[in-house]
């Protein structure tokens, strides 16, 4: 229901229109930047989260063993500690198809 909520999404919310996240969620609807929540929370939360987040994890899985992967000569070790290290400024690879 709240997806289709024309109080936050506008007149066209039962409308498909991806260009609505252009500039980020926070963004995507009107004064509220928790009106977009696709696995829900709390007691409600959707059943297939955990499956839909494997198949992810798999379906990238099964890509990726097609590429090896090489850093940047430019790379530099900038890390910063979030939960876990982590590369500051990304780590930029460069892919080669196996």
Same mark, same amino acid.
């Given at each position: 229901m709240m =997806? =289709? !909520?024309?109080q936050y999404w506008? !007149? !066209?919310a039962k409308e498909f229109k991806s260009d609505r996240f252009s500039e980020g969620l926070s963004k995507a609807s009107k004064g509220t930047s928790v009106a977009f929540f696709p696995f829900?929370?709390?007691r409600r939360i959707c059943i297939g989260q955990n499956f839909a987040l494997l198949e992810a994890k798999l379906a990238l899985s099964l890509?990726?063993?097609h590429f090896s992967f090489e850093l940047f000569p430019t790379y530099s070790d900038a890390l910063t500690t979030a939960l876990t290290l982590q590369p500051r400024h990304g780590a930029q690879v460069i892919l080669h198809k196996s």
């Open positions: =997806h =289709h !909520d024309q506008g !007149d !066209d829900g929370g709390g890509i990726l063993q």
